[in-house]
């Protein structure tokens, strides 16, 4: 079992990162579980819409809320997101060797979202791939007691991390 994460510097780059590296992982045969974020423009809004797709062949699981254009509020469907977490909960049983969580945000930094899941996949064995911001990474590091290694944010990294690499 092992633990990493990585950070980007732009916001819009993690998800589709994370997404392009869990199809590689899946394509080359590694048993996922956990989920990776899509996001989807919204012509009358500059925000987009958020789904969350269950590794490794979904579902998937709109964890945004539409509060309207005017609305700065988090748009996080908190319901949505804990049934996102069950989902890869259960997948995490059926016998997966890597984890990954898209983002260790808001809900994992304050003790719920992904947290459990996490550590019932290290206990298990699994390998833990977390996505994180600078924001909530200090939360991380609290978390894992300093064990989480930092991954430069290319796919090729992750890949070899993982052992997923180009044949």
Not at 8 to 26: F, N, Q, Y
Not at 34 to 48: F, K, W
Not at 112 to 127: N, Q, S, W
Not at 145 to 152: F, M, N, T, V
Request: aromatic residues 2%.
């Amino acid at each position: 079992m092992r633990l990493a994460y990585t950070m980007t510097d732009g916001s819009r780059e993690l998800d589709p990162l994370l997404h392009e590296v869990a199809l590689a992982a899946i394509a080359r045969g590694r048993r996922l579980a956990g989920i990776v974020q899509v996001n989807h423009d919204r012509p009358e809004t500059e925000r987009c819409d958020m789904d969350a797709i269950v590794l490794p062949d979904g579902p998937v699981i709109r964890i945004s809320q539409s509060l309207g254009p005017a609305a700065r509020g988090c748009r996080l469907d908190a319901a949505a997101l804990e049934a996102a977490v069950a989902a890869a909960e259960a997948r995490l049983s059926e016998g997966a060797e890597l984890l990954i969580v898209n983002k260790f945000g808001k809900q994992e930094a304050a003790g719920r979202g992904f947290r459990p899941v996490i550590a019932a996949a290290l206990e298990a064995g699994a390998d833990v791939l977390v996505g994180v911001n600078p924001m909530n990474r200090d939360a991380l590091e609290a978390f894992t007691e300093g064990a989480a290694e930092r991954l430069p944010p290319r796919a090729d990294a992750l890949l070899a991390w993982i052992g997923a690499g180009a044949d």
